[in-house]
């Protein structure tokens, strides 16, 4: 009997878990098209930039790009791409990869990044122009869907950011991302 319950106590926790994977794949396939939908969008508002060795050529073209996305998105709002259910998949993400073997490496990486506090967020808007861009470590990236290349995760305090680098617009984020 005990064998017994035993094998049913371990196929209730296969079947857990292959369920919660089936969810985490369900929510990564619903980013994943949150994140392409707005790349069309990009796409139909403007094509992508010519390379260019001038800087103010640069910023013009980013400045048009971004005009243009905050016109196809007015109403852009934070949780647009991470919604509740995204979020919580990412801050589940974060925190098992900094309770991991390699969280003390990956928290002691982005103190000694020049890590961005008090920069107040909000979705639509250009990141704040002389408030450095912190990157995120490379081994906390591997846990978290790939992004194609006109975005990337960004480190804005305990927030995660999704950032639009062609533009250069604060496309979503996921407050209290990190945790303490």
């Known amino acids: 009997m005990y064998a017994g319950l035993l ?3 371990l196929s209730c926790a296969w079947a857990g ?3 919660g994977t089936r969810d ?3 929510v990564v396939k619903d980013f994943e098209a949150r994140v392409s939908s707005y790349l069309d969008l990009g796409k139909k508002q403007a094509p992508a930039p010519k390379p260019t060795d001038s800087p103010s050529k640069l ?3 980013h ?3 971004a005009e243009k996305m905050r016109a196809a998105r007015p109403d852009a709002r934070q949780g647009d791409i991470f919604t509740p259910e995204i979020a919580a998949y990412f801050r589940h993400r974060i925190a098992a990869t900094l309770a ?3 969280g003390k490496k990956i928290r002691a990486s982005m103190r000694h990044a020049e890590p961005v506090q008090n920069v107040p967020l909000q979705v639509n808007a250009r990141y704040p122009q002389k408030v450095p861009l912190q990157s995120t470590p490379p081994t906390l990236l591997l846990n978290l869907p790939r992004l194609p290349r006109e ?3 960004r480190i ?3 927030a995660l950011l999704l950032y639009d680098t062609q533009a250069d617009l604060i496309v979503d984020f996921v407050p209290d991302a990190l945790s303490n």
Do not use: F, K, N, S
């Open 17 to 19: 878990r292959a369920r």
């Open 156 to 158: 804005v305090g305990r």
């Open 7 to 9: 094998l049913l106590g």
């Open 59 to 61: 910023a013009e073209t």
């Open 151 to 153: 975005l990337q995760y």
């Open 24 to 26: 985490d794949a369900q």
């Open 63 to 65: 400045d048009q790009i």
């Open 100 to 102: 991991g073997h390699d």
